[in-house]
Every structure is written in structure tokens, then in C-alpha cells.
């Protein structure tokens, strides 16, 4: 890892509630390397123009560097061409385009669209709506009772009638990382296509979208150090080139007519509008930093958290961990619940401590259900973290229980 | 670490209503039944009441939540209980505005309890908590 790896981050230089930050909710949003900062800092203050239509020097500076950013994440999921790259608004998009554009041009009744019961609702409020609107069956897969998912399990639920299945690359709520290759396979022998919510798995996880195979795979910038705002719809050139755009307006035609238009080539007939350019830039910086730390290091690292934090979160009593015990199952995050104080508070305790962690039902009610709980605590890792701060994580809980269950 | 600052959210009324909450359960006689989640959290509330000639009778609540939702919960049924629906709205007034750290008129009624929650106002983060059953209320009463 960098030497001294907090300090290239600024945010977390500060006291919060009178303690030193602990930010242990990355798996929500990471914070910002000064990399990145500056990148989009130097965008504004050097190169921002409008793209692709510029004459001037500026204009080029800037397509120069949105282009470039465009190479760079083609380079970080090792896609084949910049045709295959779009530049969305984050994850929840990436997938909206998918279920409005392809799911909706290829879908008819009786069809089914197969996902599981662990999905964000990022990547399951838009198939429910695509199923709705073409009368497609959408299918769950079960998991275990660790939260895994089996390929038993999959091939249960693919069938010859299966036009789409539909999976996270890691659960936000339990950690647990999937088989996407092998599911991916599935499916292509069904002949369905293969969609991965990669939100948890960019960010952590060397990602080669030719190894995989995945048809279509969505990840948002802001959850791998990149600015709010930028995401990615990875898309095989071949389903690409048949798939009508979903928005449309300027930058993303080719000839206007009065009564109808034709459409740019890839990737720009889905890009209408002006992009999100300083996105795109600070996400190329995202990605330079992540690469020099190095992605087998990262997950190294998070997998080394995620074993320290539930080794010692099972040394307070009470404490109920979420997902798969085996930490090399898992990305860095580990979702809990104590005794019978609830997240919240769990939550504004360790908040008064400094330490800030996600509580609540993590956008994914079903996967609540299913665990029979109706909200939990959640703390995620990301780079910049340390066991110094599990200690800190851990001591603020100790707190928080001798508080509810002794003070009251 | 010091207790000195939750001491300002947690006091020990709010704890006894979320340890022993009143009027826990559902009504069987009941005009009006509102269900309300809070779609961030997952706090979620069953409120039934019993209205009858403008005042509310009986007042009941269930549901799953934070130490805050469920004590404000307690409190409000407590408290609204033989007030008429114009009395019971006021206090929902008067109670939004102690969350809003505004100025509230602390005279026309014995809040009793719930001005525990006064601290509440702190802390922006769990405001929604515990409004969310006095948020219920009024719309039930508004459909009665």
C-alpha cells in the first residue's frame, strides 16, 4: 500500500464530535484522494470547454480529456474497444439504460428476467418496471444460509425461457462476492444475457469483462474515489450496435431531419447532452490511483480487514455478523446487528465517537426480509483504512452496549 | 469516551418508553388504521385510533424502530389520548416545531414526556425518527 495512505485524503484530517474521523462508510461513498481533487480542479481551472464540438483549442483540450478517461476505464475492465464505454451517471443508471433500452426492445410476455434475493435496489426496481411493462416473469434466485449464492441454485432458476439474468458482483449488505463467470456461463448455454451490478466490485475487485463474458456490467466512479455524478454501462459492441438509445437530444445524433434523425456511432448515441466531462476526468484519476496502488493489493487489504474486523467484533457479546464467515468470500465490509440496541442508535453512538457507519436497511428490503431483520449496522473499508480503526470501531460498540444496557 | 453528548439524545423517560412503551399493540375497535415507514431507515408504524365526536378515545401503536421512534410513538399516544382532533393536530404543531430547535408555545398543554425528546433537535439525523408517528397521526386524523 502507500506509505501514509490517509494523508493523500483530506476529509479525513478532522475531528468529528471531538474524536478523529473514522470513516468506515465507503461501501456508501469513498472519499477523495487529492488526485482526484486536483484533477478536476485543473479540468475547471485549464481545459473545461464543451466536447466534441469545439474548433478551438479549448474544445480539444477538453475532448482530449474526456476521451482519455473513456480509454482509461476501458483499460480498467480490459473491454476490447472505447465503443464498449459509457459514460452514465452511476450505477442506478447504467442499469435503467439496460431495463428501458434492451430489456424493453427485447422482452415479450412469458419471458423471464432472473436476479437474486440479495440485489441493491438499484438492480431491482428497474427489471421489476421492465417486467411489468412487457409482461416478463422476473425470477429470484435463493441463496445459502451464509448468504452465498450456489450455482445449484442458479441453474434452478435459468431456464430456457430466461432472456436476462442479472446479479451484483458483491452484496453491498452481506460482503459476499459472486460467481459471475459461472453464472455468466449459465446463462449464455440458456442463451440469456448476463448483466453484473459491479457498484461493489469495481472498487475492489480486478475486473476483465472479457474473462467474465458479461454482456452488460454497471459501476459508479463515486464508490472507487472518483467525484459524484460518473458512472459506466460497459456493453458488448454487438448488443450495443442493436440497441436503440434511450435519451435523446444534441451530441448524440449523426443527421436531423425535420420528422426523424439518425444516430451517432458508439458510444455516443447514448451519451445525449452535454456529459458529465470533470466526472469523467476525475474518474480517469481514480482509476490512475487505484492502478498504482494496485487492484490484487486492494482486495488483499480489504480481505485482511474484513477477517481482522470479524475477529474482533465476535469478541463482544451479543454482536450477530451478516454473510459469509470466510473472509476471502467477502469484499471489505461486515454488517451487524448487537443485542437488542437498535442500528440507529448503534449508529449515534459511534457517531458522538467519530466514527461514522451506514445504518438502516442498505436499499435492499428483500434481503432484510430474508435475513428477518429490519434494519442493520453496517461498517465498510476501503484503502484508507486500518486496524487501528477496527479497534476504534469496536471500542465505540463497547461503548454503546455498556450505555443502553448499564446507564439505562 | 464520554456519555456527555448522548446524554443530550438518550434520557432515561425515552429509554422507559422504549423499554416499556404504553399503549403498545393494535385496537379492535378502531375508525381509522395508518400504516407509515420511513423508506431511509426501515422505521415502520401500525397507529389504529378510536375516534369519536372529534376527540380520540383510544389510540394504539406496533411497529419496528430506533429507541427514538418507538418512545416518541409511546409518548404521542400517550398524550393525545381524550384530546380532540384540533387539540391533538396543535400538539403535532408543537411538537414539529421542538424538533426544529424552534421557539413553542409550552404553556396551553402539559407535554409531560415527550419534552424528553427536546434534544432530539441536536441531532438532524434522527429527527425523521421521531416525528414519523406524529406524521402518522395526523394523517390518520385528516382521514377520519
Known amino acids: 500500500m502507500l506509505k501514509d495512505i490517509k494523508s493523500y485524503f483530506p476529509i479525513l484530517n478532522q475531528e468529528i464530535n471531538g474524536s478523529p474521523l473514522v470513516y468506515l462508510d465507503s461501501a456508501a461513498t469513498s472519499q477523495k484522494p487529492i488526485q482526484v481533487i486536483e484533477a478536476v480542479k485543473n479540468y475547471y481551472e485549464l481545459e473545461n470547454s464543451n466536447v466534441h464540438r469545439g474548433v478551438h483549442t479549448l474544445g480539444n483540450r477538453a475532448t482530449d480529456a474526456y476521451e482519455g478517461a473513456r480509454e482509461k476505464v476501458r483499460k480498467f475492465i480490459n473491454a476490447t474497444s472505447t465503443k464498449e464505454i459509457i459514460f452514465t451517471r452511476g450505477t442506478t443508471t447504467s442499469i435503467n439504460m439496460v431495463a428501458s433500452g434492451y430489456a424493453r426492445q427485447n422482452l415479450k410476455e412469458g419471458d423471464e428476467i432472473v436476479i437474486t434475493y440479495m440485489e441493491h435496489h438499484a438492480n431491482l426496481i428497474p427489471w421489476q418496471q421492465a417486467a411489468k411493462a412487457t409482461g416478463a416473469v422476473l425470477k429470484y434466485i435463493d441463496l445459502e444460509a451464509d448468504g452465498t449464492i450456489s450455482l445449484e441454485n442458479v441453474r434452478k432458476q435459468i431456464t430456457s425461457n430466461t432472456k436476462i439474468v442479472s446479479m451484483g458482483m458483491a452484496s453491498n449488505v452481506m460482503g459476499s462476492i459472486n460467481p459471475i463467470k459461472e453464472v455468466t456461463q449459465i446463462a449464455h448455454e440458456h442463451g440469456a444475457i448476463m448483466v453484473v451490478d459491479a457498484a461493489q466490485g469495481a472498487p ?76 469523467a476526468v476525475g474518474l480517469g484519476a481514480a482509476i490512475d490511483f487505484l492502478e498504482e ?99 476504534k470501531l469496536v471500542a465505540g460498540l463497547r461503548t454503546a452496549k455498556e450505555y443502553f444496557n448499564d446507564v439505562f | 469516551m464520554s456519555f456527555n453528548n448522548l446524554d443530550q439524545l438518550y434520557r432515561s423517560v425515552i429509554m422507559d418508553h422504549y423499554k416499556n412503551p404504553r399503549n403498545k399493540g393494535s385496537l379492535d375497535d378502531t375508525s381509522v388504521t395508518i400504516d407509515m415507514n420511513n423508506p431511509t431507515c426501515g422505521d415502520r408504524i401500525h397507529l389504529t385510533l378510536l375516534v369519536e365526536d372529534g376527540i380520540v378515545k383510544d389510540a394504539k401503536f406496533d411497529g419496528e424502530g430506533c429507541s427514538i421512534s418507538m418512545s416518541s410513538a409511546s409518548m404521542m399516544t400517550q398524550i393525545i389520548k381524550g384530546k380532540t382532533v384540533e387539540e391533538a393536530n396543535e400538539l403535532a404543531e408543537i411538537f414539529s416545531q421542538m424538533m426544529l430547535g424552534e421557539e413553542y408555545d409550552d404553556e396551553k398543554y402539559d407535554l409531560g414526556d415527550v419534552e424528553a425528546l427536546q434534544g432530539v433537535a441536536k441531532f438532524p439525523a434522527r429527527i425523521k425518527c421521531a416525528t414519523l408517528s406524529w406524521k402518522a397521526m395526523q394523517k390518520g386524523v385528516k382521514e377520519e
Open chain 1, 204 to 279: 475492489h475487485l480486478r475486473i476483465d469483462v472479457q474473462d467474465l463474458d458479461c454482456d452488460f456490467l454497471a459501476f459508479s466512479g463515486h464508490k472507487m474515489c472518483a467525484p459524484t455524478g460518473i458512472g459506466v454501462l460497459y456493453g458488448k459492441q454487438a448488443i450495443l450496435e442493436n440497441m436503440e438509445p434511450v435519451e435523446f437530444g444534441g451530441e448524440m445524433i449523426d443527421f436531423v431531419g425535420l420528422y426523424d434523425a439518425t444516430w451517432k456511432e458508439l458510444p455516443w448515441k447514448f451519451e445525449g447532452g452535454t456529459p458529465i466531462i470533470a466526472g
Open chain 1, 293 to 391: 496502488i494496485g487492484l490484487d493489493k486492494i482486495a488483499a487489504h480489504e480481505h485482511a480487514l474484513a477477517a481482522y474486523a470479524m475477529d474482533q467484533l465476535e469478541t463482544i457479546d451479543g454482536l450477530a455478523i451478516y454473510g459469509p464467515r470466510d473472509a476471502n468470500k467477502r469484499c471489505g465490509l461486515v454488517t451487524f446487528n448487537l443485542d437488542d440496541v437498535h442500528p440507529h442508535d448503534v449508529a449515534t453512538v459511534l457517531d458522538m465517537n467519530g466514527i461514522a457507519v451506514r445504518a438502516g436497511h442498505h436499499c435492499a428490503q428483500p434481503l432484510m426480509k430474508w435475513l428477518n431483520v429490519s434494519a442493520t449496522a453496517r461498517a465498510s473499508f476501503y484503502v484508507y483504512n486500518d486496524e487501528e480503526d477496527i479497534d
